[in-house]
C-alpha cells in the first residue's frame, strides 16, 4: 500500500491556459474523490467517482473543470483557461466500501498546489 | 443546513500541556464527525472518526474525542502535546451525500518549547 500518490506537486501557470492534474488512488480503491482547498479554509468537495462513473459535481466545479478516471483506476483534473481564482491546493481522496455501519475512511494524497499568475 | 464551526484560528500551547481543540457542528441527524491533521507539505491524515456508539473516540498519536450531542460538540484533546503535533487541524462531517466530506476553516496548532 503506497498511499495515494500526485502529480505534479506544484504548478504554476499563466492565465488562460489549461493544466491536468493526475491522482494514482491506493490500488483496491474504487472510490475517488477531488477537493479544492484555498488559503486559510478547509478542503471542499469537488467530485466523486465510484470505479469509473463521475457521480456528482459540485457546483464549485464550474464549466471549465473535467475529471476522468478511465478504466476506474488514476483519475485526472483538468482546468481549462485558468483564472487567478483557480490557484489553490488541489487534492485528491481514496476509498474502499467498507460494508455494514463502519464509516469507509478517506485517504488523502499530498495535493497539487497550482498558482496562476 | 450542515455545517461545522472550528471556533479558534489559532492556538498555541506549550509542548508536554494538555489540549483541546473545539469544535462544533450542524447536523438534523447523527453525524459522522471526524478530525484529520494536515502537516506542511503533507496530506490530510485521519486522526479518528466518530459515527455511533461510545461518545469517546480513541485515535492515533494519543488523540481523543468526545461526541456531545447535547452541545453539538465534537471537541478533540490530548493530554501531552509534542513538538511534532504542531499542524493543521480538520473537524468535519459527511455530508447528506454519503461521501462528499465537509471540513471546518481548521486550527492551526503551534507548539512552544
Known amino acids: 500500500d503506497t498511499g495515494v500518490s500526485q502529480d505534479p506537486r506544484h504548478k504554476i501557470t499563466k492565465r488562460g491556459q489549461n493544466v491536468t492534474f493526475r491522482c494514482d488512488p491506493i490500488?483496491?480503491?474504487?472510490?475517488l474523490y477531488w477537493y479544492r482547498q484555498t488559503l486559510g479554509q478547509g478542503p471542499e468537495f469537488l467530485t466523486y467517482?465510484?470505479?469509473?462513473?463521475?457521480?456528482?459535481k459540485s457546483r464549485l466545479l464550474s464549466d471549465r473543470f473535467s475529471a476522468e478516471r478511465p478504466k476506474g483506476s488514476f483519475s485526472t483534473l483538468e482546468i481549462q483557461r485558468t483564472e487567478q481564482g483557480d490557484s489553490a491546493m488541489y487534492l485528491c481522496?481514496?476509498?474502499?466500501?467498507?460494508?455494514?455501519?463502519?464509516?469507509?475512511?478517506?485517504?488523502f494524497g499530498p495535493g497539487t498546489r497550482l498558482l496562476v499568475l | 443546513a450542515q455545517s461545522v464551526t472550528q471556533p479558534d484560528i489559532h492556538i498555541t500551547v506549550s509542548e508536554g500541556a494538555s489540549l483541546e481543540l473545539r469544535c462544533n457542528y450542524s447536523?438534523?441527524?447523527?453525524?459522522?464527525l471526524f478530525w484529520y491533521v494536515q502537516s506542511p507539505g503533507q496530506g490530510l491524515q485521519l486522526l479518528l472518526k466518530?459515527?455511533?456508539?461510545?461518545?469517546l473516540v480513541q485515535g492515533i498519536k494519543g488523540f481523543e474525542a468526545e461526541f456531545k450531542r447535547s452541545q453539538s460538540s465534537f471537541n478533540l484533546r490530548k493530554p501531552s502535546v509534542h513538538w511534532s503535533d504542531a499542524a493543521e487541524y480538520f473537524c468535519?462531517?459527511?455530508?447528506?451525500?454519503?461521501?462528499?466530506?465537509?471540513f471546518g476553516k481548521g486550527t492551526s496548532l503551534l507548539v512552544t518549547p
Open positions: 481522496a481514496s476509498s474502499s466500501p467498507s460494508g455494514g455501519l463502519i464509516q469507509e475512511t478517506q485517504y
Open positions: 490500488s483496491e480503491h474504487n472510490r
Open positions: 467517482f465510484q470505479n469509473e462513473a463521475q457521480l456528482e
Open positions: 447536523y438534523g441527524a447523527t453525524p459522522y
Open positions: 466518530y459515527f455511533s456508539g461510545d461518545t
Open positions: 468535519g462531517l459527511e455530508s447528506n451525500s454519503g461521501y462528499a466530506l465537509n
